[in-house]
């Protein structure tokens, strides 16, 4: 573009009214200076030596002269300066005339020069004009940021300002003052102009270096401090004259007058929106209702989008109050937001940005869920301290040329139309894939369901046709050398410029999901041991090598991609020339084991039955896993162990450390056997083979000690799992009989809570009632063990909660009768010592701890019950916990406490655990029975 600028005299007009009433001719494109006056065509007809000052400053406006004045030519020096006190006041310019100087009338208008016989400039200023020679043109110019000053280049680096206003004490009437304290005669007979009013001479330079070389001081609001410049605006008498006369305020938009002051305090703030629509965002002194708003909260609509009511604008801080309030106007519900006038409060305000940066109320946490960008809603614009630089500039000769030329132009509704038509093609895939993605898994589902329903005997069976199940989600053509991709579903297939073959023009693609979940291994056994639950085999484990080693597991649903081409009337499928990346949605609900399976892979599959890992390099794109491919298939995302193809063996279950834990409670089991079968040969040494209390547990106690020892000892070898029938004897027969264990203590005590007549037998009332018991129990978990086993995955779930509460009602039953029975016989024996009958203390506290004891076990039994139904998988440290909190702690405190002890005849056939009808003798066979 031209930067030529004519040269013309001009008057300071402004407005056309104004300049045509002084002859002129207004351009508002010449502005500032728009009045032209066409009569006037040479600088000294403009501006006569014999009346304006001399050219001060190397610039192309020349304003020296622009204000208008009255003066005496016939007046010298000497007699102006004498008429100084007269009236009108007279004042010797000395810049004036060139330097010569001017008595001057201070008069406000013609009529009144004229009646003082003086004679009336009327103002005018001299524009001469830039690079409108050759000559002038062919040393450049200077460019200072933006902008484009006019002056010769070498000295462009005096030109020099800050980028960015500040908020700083400034002045609206005049930035800088260079000032004397002088009388008035001597004032103005030294070229300054004499304040009356406050007895103050000023002076027309507009520097400090130039003001202190006339001997004169100099004074400039940007000297200031803040709390100096707010108490001259308060009017302080410390502020001092020179201050006052400047009104120095602090300002929010002040230009900084050096380099030191732009880089500390230079800067603006994005935040104009807060101001109303009316103010002016960049005026250095706006009024106080144009330095911030009323801000109340956003109203969410049942989207989420943020809006604001009808009478308010949209902020990024919230809705603001249109209408001209300051901050003490504010309704309760809104509170008064200022602009910000330094880097630290624009910053300050935080919020949640989408990546197209619209504005929500998430939290950080949520916000980075999310995968979007918690920022400052405003930004600061740090000010600069621009140096001029020369740049240089071409000088194009004018000629007159036609105004238009014919020539080709667009034709805009053809390119309209080819816009419309690709954006519809889009839209059309994009709703087509949606339609498919969601009614094409629920269409196929009615489809089964109407058929199954169709009253058919024989039709069921062909209603669920064997094999995998593909949906399709997804159909898009994709062009040759161009970049595009199909997002449907889960799934997401990019394809690059280089990806199709050049020999076709455009490539079809299928994409169809294979869920996971129907290639999962369901064989499942009905146990609620801790420990057997904890080394299950991930059901989506199912990725084998050439040696039939599982070494690998599926974390995700499979993508089933088909590339074809149907040029010739017949689809064919293609080879691509190069990779094309797809990517497949997590799946939560997918147990992943990490810690067996580290190394990420994709595996391809065509029977759905062998699954290959290809070593492929899998990468993350947001909550997706992604891999390049270069052909059709089936993809399946999988973790895998990372010598997959050369393991021979099984990756081990279990660390070293874990496989110790296990075998140190196996032989605390074991010790449990051999102390439980020490006491049974005791008792039986004693006693006989009659049926006693500790005949009966100390049996059980054996038998439980010695599975369970001999099932934690086949555990870290693998071999504790390997038969179902097996598994069961091993890991689910201890918990009955552990309960049977309970039930001998439950009827004990009730058949001596309920006895009528002395007894010596053990369970002579109850004991066909404890024999029904435990055989009802064992043939419980038979049947449901048989059921189990021939029902398929989605029932075993349910069958197995069922059996979950089932044993949890069991345990809870027991509870309830350790309470009833063991309490009443408590309170029996409590009254009795009351009465000082002869039973011994430790008798009570025995029976306590084994009430106590042995509830708290049930309860806790309940906990991991319920856990190891609900919760995918415990841990090897929990399931062993389980262990001693439910079966050690109980069991070792009855093998303690029913220990037989060296006793005399009359013991010996307590022991027995006879019955008498009363109750203190009662109390007494029971305290030595626990004795």
């Known amino acids: 573009s031209s930067v030529s600028f004519p040269q013309y005299c001009y008057s300071g007009a402004q407005s056309e009214q104004a300049c045509t009433a002084q002859g002129g001719e207004y351009n508002i494109s010449l502005s500032p200076f728009g009045c032209v006056l066409p009569n006037i065509t040479d600088r000294s007809s403009c501006i006569p030596s014999s009346i304006c000052p001399a050219r001060t400053l190397a610039r192309f406006w020349e304003p020296q002269c622009i204000d208008a004045f009255c003066y005496n030519p016939a007046l010298t020096k000497q007699q102006c300066i004498a008429s100084c006190g007269s009236i009108p006041s007279h004042s010797f310019d000395s810049s004036a005339a060139n330097g010569n100087g001017l008595c001057k009338i201070v008069v406000n208008n013609q009529a009144q020069c004229a009646a003082n016989n003086g004679t009336w400039w009327p103002g005018r200023g001299w524009s001469n004009g830039y690079y409108n020679t050759e000559a002038e043109c062919t040393p450049g110019a200077c460019h200072v940021g933006t902008y484009l000053y006019i002056q010769p280049p070498d000295t462009c680096n005096i030109t020099q300002f800050c980028s960015q206003p500040g908020y700083r004490c400034d002045s609206s009437i005049s930035r800088t003052l260079c000032y004397s304290n002088l009388s008035q005669c001597d004032c103005t007979s030294s070229g300054g102009y004499y304040y009356q009013d406050v007895k103050l001479c000023t002076y027309n330079f507009k520097t400090p270096q130039l003001c202190s070389a006339a001997g004169h001081s100099w004074a400039s609001c940007q000297r200031l401090t803040d709390s100096q410049c707010q108490a001259c605006q308060a009017g302080d008498s410390s502020c001092g004259t020179p201050y006052n006369q400047l009104a120095c305020q602090l300002g929010q938009n002040v230009p900084c007058e050096s380099k030191d002051i732009c880089e500390s305090i230079g800067g603006t703030c994005t935040d104009s929106q807060l101001v109303n629509d009316e103010c002016d965002p960049l005026a250095e002194f706006p009024d106080p209702e144009c330095t911030g708003s009323c801000i109340s909260p956003y109203v969410v609509l049942p989207s989420g989008t943020l809006d604001c009511d009808s009478d308010q604008k949209y902020t990024e801080l919230g809705c603001a109050d249109t209408n001209f309030l300051n901050s003490s106007s504010c309704s309760p519900d809104s509170q008064w937001v200022a602009r910000s006038t330094n880097s630290s409060q624009c910053t300050?305000?935080?919020?949640?940005?989408?990546?197209?940066?619209?504005?929500?109320?998430?939290?950080?946490?949520?916000?980075?869920?999310?995968?979007?960008?918690?920022?400052?809603?405003?930004?600061?614009?740090?000010?600069?301290?621009?140096?001029?630089?020369?740049?240089?500039?071409?000088?194009?000769?004018?000629?007159?040329?036609?105004?238009?030329?014919?020539?080709?132009?667009?034709?805009?509704?053809?390119?309209?139309?080819?816009?419309?038509?690709?954006?519809?093609?889009?839209?059309?895939?994009?709703?087509?894939?949606?339609?498919?993605?969601?009614?094409?898994?629920?269409?196929?589902?009615?489809?089964?369901?109407?058929?199954?329903?169709?009253?058919?005997?024989?039709?069921?069976?062909?209603?669920?046709?064997?094999?995998?199940?593909?949906?399709?989600?997804?159909?898009?053509?994709?062009?040759?050398?161009?970049?595009?991709?199909?997002?449907?579903?889960?799934?997401?297939?990019?394809?690059?410029?280089?990806?199709?073959?050049?020999?076709?023009?455009?490539?079809?693609?299928?994409?169809?999901?294979?869920?996971?979940?129907?290639?999962?291994?369901?064989?499942?056994?009905?146990?609620?041991?801790?420990?057997?639950?904890?080394?299950?085999?991930?059901?989506?484990?199912?990725?084998?090598?050439?040696?039939?080693?599982?070494?690998?597991?599926?974390?995700?649903?499979?993508?089933?991609?088909?590339?074809?081409?149907?040029?010739?009337?017949?689809?064919?499928?293609?080879?691509?020339?190069?990779?094309?990346?797809?990517?497949?949605?997590?799946?939560?609900?997918?147990?992943?084991?990490?810690?067996?399976?580290?190394?990420?892979?994709?595996?391809?599959?065509?029977?759905?039955?062998?699954?290959?890992?290809?070593?492929?390099?899998?990468?993350?794109?947001?909550?997706?896993?992604?891999?390049?491919?270069?052909?059709?298939?089936?993809?399946?995302?999988?973790?895998?162990?990372?010598?997959?193809?050369?393991?021979?063996?099984?990756?081990?279950?279990?660390?070293?450390?874990?496989?110790?834990?296990?075998?140190?409670?196996?032989?605390?089991?074991?010790?449990?056997?051999?102390?439980?079968?020490?006491?049974?040969?005791?008792?039986?040494?004693?006693?006989?083979?009659?049926?006693?209390?500790?005949?009966?547990?100390?049996?059980?106690?054996?038998?439980?000690?010695?599975?369970?020892?001999?099932?934690?000892?086949?555990?870290?070898?693998?071999?504790?799992?390997?038969?179902?029938?097996?598994?069961?004897?091993?890991?689910?027969?201890?918990?009955?009989?552990?309960?049977?264990?309970?039930?001998?203590?439950?009827?004990?005590?009730?058949?001596?809570?309920?006895?009528?007549?002395?007894?010596?037998?053990?369970?002579?009332?109850?004991?066909?009632?404890?024999?029904?018991?435990?055989?009802?129990?064992?043939?419980?978990?038979?049947?449901?063990?048989?059921?189990?086993?021939?029902?398929?995955?989605?029932?075993?779930?349910?069958?197995?909660?069922?059996?979950?509460?089932?044993?949890?009602?069991?345990?809870?039953?027991?509870?309830?009768?350790?309470?009833?029975?063991?309490?009443?016989?408590?309170?029996?024996?409590?009254?009795?010592?009351?009465?000082?009958?002869?039973?011994?203390?430790?008798?009570?506290?025995?029976?306590?701890?084994?009430?106590?004891?042995?509830?708290?076990?049930?309860?806790?039994?309940?906990?991991?019950?319920f856990a190891v139904t609900f919760v995918q998988s415990l841990s090897i440290t929990s399931a062993l916990a389980s262990y001693v909190l439910t079966e050690i702690i109980p069991a070792v405190t009855l093998v303690v406490i029913l220990r037989p002890k060296r006793q005399n005849q009359r013991d010996n056939k307590l022991y027995s655990g006879s019955t008498t009808a009363s109750g203190g003798s009662a109390s007494s066979s029971t305290a030595r029975s626990y004795d």
């Open 348 to 865: 300050k305000a935080k919020a949640c940005y989408s990546n197209n940066d619209v504005r929500s109320l998430r939290s950080t946490t949520e916000c980075s869920n999310c995968n979007q960008n918690y920022k400052s809603s405003y930004q600061w614009v740090q000010g600069q301290w621009l140096v001029g630089q020369k740049v240089n500039l071409t000088w194009l000769q004018a000629n007159w040329t036609s105004l238009n030329n014919w020539g080709n132009t667009f034709d805009y509704k053809k390119i309209k139309d080819v816009v419309e038509s690709a954006v519809l093609n889009k839209l059309i895939v994009a709703v087509t894939n949606e339609f498919l993605c969601r009614y094409n898994p629920l269409l196929e589902l009615l489809q089964a369901i109407a058929c199954d329903c169709s009253g058919d005997p024989q039709t069921p069976p062909s209603c669920y046709p064997d094999g995998p199940r593909l949906v399709s989600i997804g159909e898009q053509r994709f062009y040759t050398g161009a970049t595009d991709s199909i997002i449907a579903g889960p799934l997401t297939l990019y394809v690059g410029p280089d990806a199709i073959p050049l020999t076709i023009p455009y490539m079809d693609a299928a994409v169809s999901v294979a869920y996971a979940s129907q290639f999962q291994d369901v064989s499942k056994t009905l146990s609620t041991d801790a420990l057997t639950n904890s080394l299950a085999k991930n059901p989506y484990a199912i990725i084998q090598n050439t040696h039939e080693i599982v070494v690998g597991q599926l974390i995700s649903d499979g993508a089933v991609l088909e590339f074809s081409y149907d040029g010739s009337r017949k689809r064919a499928p293609i080879t691509l020339r190069g990779p094309v990346t797809v990517c497949v949605a997590d799946r939560p609900d997918i147990s992943s084991s990490s810690d067996v399976f580290p190394v990420f892979d994709f595996a391809v599959t065509n029977d759905y039955v062998n699954f290959t890992p290809t070593n492929a390099e899998v990468f993350r794109m947001k909550s997706s896993w992604c891999t390049n491919i270069t052909s059709s298939g089936s993809y399946f995302p999988i973790i895998r162990v990372a010598d997959w193809e050369n393991l021979t063996k099984p990756t081990p279950l279990l660390t070293s450390q874990q496989k110790a834990a296990i075998y140190i409670v196996a032989i605390i089991f074991l010790v449990m056997f051999f102390g439980s079968l020490f006491n049974l040969f005791w008792n039986i040494k004693r006693m006989g083979c009659k049926l006693t209390l500790g005949l009966v547990l100390f049996a059980l106690l054996s038998v439980f000690s010695l599975i369970r020892a001999v099932h934690l000892f086949l555990v870290p070898t693998g071999d504790a799992t390997k038969n179902e029938g097996g598994s069961y004897f091993l890991a689910e027969l201890p918990l009955f009989i552990f309960f049977s264990v309970y039930s001998v203590i439950i009827f004990f005590w009730a058949e001596i809570c309920y006895a009528t007549s002395s007894s010596k037998s053990f369970l002579q009332k109850f004991r066909w009632p404890f024999v029904a018991a435990n055989i009802a129990l064992y043939i419980f978990w038979i049947v449901f063990v048989i059921i189990f086993s021939g029902i398929k995955s989605d029932g075993q779930t349910k069958l197995q909660v069922v059996y979950c509460v089932v044993l949890a009602i069991i345990s809870l039953g027991a509870v309830f009768g350790f309470c009833i029975f063991g309490g009443r016989i408590l309170h029996v024996q409590w009254k009795v010592r009351e009465m000082k009958v002869g039973v011994k203390g430790k008798v009570f506290r025995n029976m306590a701890i084994v009430m106590g004891v042995c509830s708290a076990a049930l309860l806790a039994q309940v906990a991991f019950i």
